[in-house]
Each structure stands twice: as structure tokens, then as C-alpha cells.
């Protein structure tokens, strides 16, 4: 019996850290939403600055 309570324990605190971990990562999309409505729609004189590209390459140069 007593291992029955205790895995009934532990499946409890590990749904409660699962709801935990889904609020959080709905927080941080939430404020991952806001923030790139608010970048795209700013208006600056220049407009995004981006190089669109890889400005190094990933490896190092051989000799």
C-alpha cells in the first residue's frame, strides 16, 4: 500500500511541474508575440537592419 501512495504522490507532483512548465512556456511565447508585434510594426527612419545573411562561415579556414 505504501508504494501505491507514494508513486500516487509522485505522479501528482509531476503533473503539477508539467502545468508548470506549459504556464511558463505560454508566458514566454506570449511575450515572444508581443514583442514581434511591436518590432514590426515600429516605424524607424532606416527600417530593420539586417544583413540577410551569414557574414562568417561555420567552419574554420584550412592551410
Do not use: C, N, W
Not at 508548470?20 to 505560454?26: D, V, Y
Amino acid at each position: 500500500m505504501f508504494e501505491y501512495e507514494m508513486h500516487r504522490i509522485r505522479s501528482a507532483e509531476l503533473i503539477r511541474q508539467a502545468d508548470e512548465h506549459r504556464l511558463a512556456r505560454a508566458a514566454l511565447a506570449g511575450r515572444k508575440a508581443r514583442k514581434a508585434e511591436r518590432s514590426s510594426t515600429a516605424t524607424d527612419a532606416e527600417g530593420p537592419v539586417t544583413t540577410g545573411g551569414q557574414r562568417r562561415t561555420r567552419y574554420a579556414r584550412t592551410a
